[in-house]
């Protein structure tokens, strides 16, 4: 084994790590297991923690989290000083969650940091939400979001409720990179700086979310709106039947199999709604007892997931740029026929987010704002509109929405009973969700989007896709799929591109490695490396006119291939 690493493994063996991790160290037979698990540390990344569970540097442990949390202690007490800082600490249902959050509370509270920690596992958005209403400086969730069972995380929050942003995302890395031993962490002491939250703080957040109804008394006319709902064995579970109970849905149908909290998640490969096979038990039940509607939320109940009946009467599950267009569009619509719409009313989505929002705002006279990729930089622009702006919703393609400003993250809670009062709505004039799709196409164009994630294995695979990305910086494309490109947009470098004039713009977003590519025929291609793993993705955006309903499976078609000609054009299969 590597020098450096059999190093790492003896300070874990000699060191002041408890008996059980060192009897774990010794069982592990393979070396390449071994290695996996000491060849580097965890790396605390904007976002916080996260990985595989286990012993060692590289895992999600014990140490690990505890390292990361003194670290973030000592940077808000650099940055508070002597006043009272306050946290508040939530966790999923993933295997070690609960550990992980009593971990991250003892060694806060042994730094003399007030603690509110959750009793029990609960949603993200409401760890979110209460940040802002207890007034705390920071947050932890313990969660790996949609990630398989053998992960774990650490997401780290700011007093705003959103996730880190500069400059104190990069300031906590340096004071957690700081901790080299868990020597130098507090691990006990301080425990009357802990308390825990429960119901009370269930019931605030749930009043909150039902003030996001728009049309309640539409809800009263569809109360038996037949509704379908599976946590995918997450946190959704402790609050979804709640909210939509309190909504005054009565006709609301648990899928069973996967209401219970389960970290092994026993009946799915990924609990990911965005996955078709972890929502296919809800959509055999929905088929069953022919529902309006079925939804699903990932473990920590950021993302949601919806299934609808088609034109056809066919169950299809939507997309997450589809279920952003309805979202935004009824929040818009909906607000300005019930006369609540304010004239500084804004809507943000990301920079790969369906640029068909762009053109509902802008037919409703609604600003619409693009963002970097993540809900932290929707909760950034909320801050910095604050008072000059009033913000509506915001979401991403990823399966992201997140309603009104008392949250900061993306809120599947929230979400679910929005786009329930929204089946509701279009039910009492006689349609579905996806007849109100085709409607939006019709007035709007008829936008579709795709997705390829490209993987380059090997310790190759980070150089060659940093030189794919400066071969298209370098040398764009001329034409992709015979059409011109007019546009490059390098948010890297922060400026964009006329091709054809030459003229060139700033860009006023930080800094990130995406480049966009817009053509001619207003197609629209953007490049996006992962920034820990050797993996590119690349989002397409097509749009044609739609005349009728008559034509919305030959234009469809038309638009799939068209997207199929862009990846085979530009060489990605």
């Given at each position: 084994?590597?020098?450096?690493?059999?190093?790492?493994?003896?300070?874990?063996?000699?060191?002041?790590?408890?008996?059980?991790?060192?009897?774990?160290?010794?069982?592990?037979?393979?070396?390449?297991?071994?290695?996996?698990?000491?060849?580097?540390?965890?790396?605390?990344?904007?976002?916080?923690?996260?990985?595989?569970?286990?012993?060692?540097?590289?895992?999600?442990?014990?140490?690990?989290?505890?390292?990361?949390?003194?670290?973030?202690?000592?940077?808000?007490?650099?940055?508070?000083?002597?006043?009272?800082?306050?946290?508040?600490?939530?966790?999923?249902?993933?295997?070690?969650?609960?550990?992980?959050?009593?971990?991250?509370?003892?060694?806060?509270?042994?730094?003399?940091?007030?603690?509110?920690?959750?009793?029990?596992?609960?949603?993200?958005?409401?760890?979110?939400?209460?940040?802002?209403?207890?007034?705390?400086?920071?947050?932890?969730?313990?969660?790996?979001?949609?990630?398989?069972?053998?992960?774990?995380?650490?997401?780290?929050?700011?007093?705003?409720?959103?996730?880190?942003?500069?400059?104190?995302?990069?300031?906590?890395?340096?004071?957690?990179?700081?901790?080299?031993?868990?020597?130098?962490?507090?691990?006990?002491?301080?425990?009357?700086?802990?308390?825990?939250?429960?119901?009370?703080?269930?019931?605030?957040?749930?009043?909150?979310?039902?003030?996001?109804?728009?049309?309640?008394?539409?809800?009263?006319?569809?109360?038996?709106?037949?509704?379908?709902?599976?946590?995918?064995?997450?946190?959704?579970?402790?609050?979804?039947?709640?909210?939509?109970?309190?909504?005054?849905?009565?006709?609301?149908?648990?899928?069973?199999?996967?209401?219970?909290?389960?970290?092994?998640?026993?009946?799915?490969?990924?609990?990911?709604?965005?996955?078709?096979?972890?929502?296919?038990?809800?959509?055999?039940?929905?088929?069953?007892?022919?529902?309006?509607?079925?939804?699903?939320?990932?473990?920590?109940?950021?993302?949601?997931?919806?299934?609808?009946?088609?034109?056809?009467?066919?169950?299809?599950?939507?997309?997450?740029?589809?279920?952003?267009?309805?979202?935004?569009?009824?929040?818009?619509?909906?607000?300005?026929?019930?006369?609540?719409?304010?004239?500084?009313?804004?809507?943000?989505?990301?920079?790969?987010?369906?640029?068909?929002?762009?053109?509902?705002?802008?037919?409703?006279?609604?600003?619409?704002?693009?963002?970097?990729?993540?809900?932290?930089?929707?909760?950034?622009?909320?801050?910095?509109?604050?008072?000059?702006?009033?913000?509506?919703?915001?979401?991403?393609?990823?399966?992201?929405?997140?309603?009104?400003?008392?949250?900061?993250?993306?809120?599947?809670?929230?979400?679910?009973?929005?786009?329930?009062?929204?089946?509701?709505?279009?039910?009492?004039?006689?349609?579905?969700?996806?007849?109100?799709?085709?409607?939006?196409?019709?007035?709007?164009?008829?936008?579709?989007?795709?997705?390829?994630?490209?993987?380059?294995?090997?310790?190759?695979?980070?150089?060659?896709?940093?030189?794919?990305?400066?071969?298209?910086?370098?040398?764009?494309?001329?034409?992709?799929?015979?059409?011109?490109?007019?546009?490059?947009?390098?948010?890297?470098?922060?400026?964009?591109?006329?091709?054809?004039?030459?003229?060139?713009?700033?860009?006023?977003?930080?800094?990130?490695?995406?480049?966009?590519?817009?053509?001619?025929?207003?197609?629209?291609?953007?490049?996006?490396?992962?920034?820990?793993?050797?993996?590119?993705?690349f989002y397409f955006s097509v749009h044609e006119p739609l005349g009728s309903l008559e034509e919305f499976e030959t234009v469809e078609a038309s638009l799939d291939q068209k997207i199929q000609s862009i990846i085979t054009d530009m060489k990605l299969k």
């Amino acid at each position: 084994m590597d020098a450096a690493i059999q190093e790492k493994v003896n300070v874990w063996l000699n060191g002041n790590y408890d008996q059980d991790t060192k009897d774990q160290i010794k069982a592990i037979e393979n070396s390449d297991e071994l290695a996996d698990s000491f060849y580097r540390n965890l790396e605390f990344g904007t976002g916080g923690l996260r990985g595989i569970m286990g012993v060692g540097t590289n895992r999600m442990n014990r140490y690990t989290v505890g390292m990361a949390t003194q670290g973030f202690a000592n940077y808000l007490k650099k940055t508070y000083g002597e006043s009272e800082i306050k946290v508040a600490i939530a966790h999923d249902c993933r295997n070690n969650s609960r550990f992980f959050a009593e971990t991250t509370a003892h060694v806060f509270a042994a730094n003399g940091i007030k603690v509110y920690l959750f009793e029990a596992l609960r949603p993200t958005p409401e760890l979110s939400f209460t940040i802002r209403h207890l007034g705390c400086h920071a947050g932890v969730v313990c969660t790996a979001s949609h990630n398989p069972k053998e992960y774990n995380g650490y997401k780290a929050y700011w007093n705003d409720g959103g996730q880190l942003v500069p400059p104190h995302d990069k300031n906590v890395i340096q004071e957690v990179d700081a901790i080299t031993s868990v020597d130098k962490v507090i691990w006990t002491g301080g425990d009357e700086n802990i308390s825990i939250l429960g119901k009370g703080m269930d019931d605030t957040y749930i009043d909150m979310v039902k003030d996001l109804s728009v049309y309640p008394e539409v809800i009263e006319k569809q109360k038996d709106l037949k509704i379908v709902y599976t946590s995918i064995h997450g946190t959704g579970i402790t609050l979804v039947p709640q909210v939509l109970e309190r909504f005054g849905f009565t006709n609301v149908h648990i899928v069973e199999e996967q209401a219970t909290p389960d970290g092994n998640f026993p009946t799915v490969v990924y609990p990911n709604p965005e996955e078709s096979e972890a929502m296919s038990i809800g959509l055999n039940q929905a088929k069953k007892i022919d529902a309006d509607i079925l939804l699903g939320t990932d473990p920590d109940s950021d993302r949601v997931g919806i299934g609808v009946k088609d034109h056809k009467g066919n169950w299809v599950l939507m997309n997450g740029n589809q279920t952003a267009v309805l979202a935004f569009n009824y929040m818009i619509e909906a607000r300005k026929a019930k006369g609540i719409n304010q004239p500084n009313d804004m809507v943000v989505k990301t920079i790969v987010t369906t640029e068909m929002i762009d053109a509902i705002a802008k037919a409703y006279e609604v600003n619409c704002y693009n963002v970097l990729t993540g809900f932290k930089w929707i909760a950034e622009l909320i801050k910095e509109k604050e008072g000059e702006e009033n913000y509506v919703i915001g979401g991403e393609e990823s399966y992201g929405l997140m309603a009104g400003d008392k949250v900061r993250d993306k809120d599947a809670i929230s979400a679910v009973a929005l786009l329930c009062e929204m089946a509701a709505y279009e039910k009492d004039k006689g349609r579905s969700l996806f007849e109100k799709m085709i409607d939006l196409y019709i007035q709007f164009g008829f936008y579709k989007e795709g997705l390829i994630s490209i993987t380059k294995k090997g310790m190759r695979g980070q150089e060659e896709i940093a030189e794919m990305m400066q071969q298209y910086r370098l040398q764009p494309p001329a034409t992709i799929n015979g059409s011109q490109v007019v546009q490059l947009l390098d948010y890297q470098l922060q400026n964009g591109t006329n091709l054809i004039t030459k003229e060139s713009w700033d860009i006023n977003l930080p800094k990130s490695n995406v480049l966009q590519f817009i053509l001619a025929d207003g197609s629209k291609i953007s490049a996006r490396p992962s920034g820990t793993e050797p993996k590119i993705k690349f989002y397409f955006s097509v749009h044609e006119p739609l005349g009728s309903l008559e034509e919305f499976e030959t234009v469809e078609a038309s638009l799939d291939q068209k997207i199929q000609s862009i990846i085979t054009d530009m060489k990605l299969k």
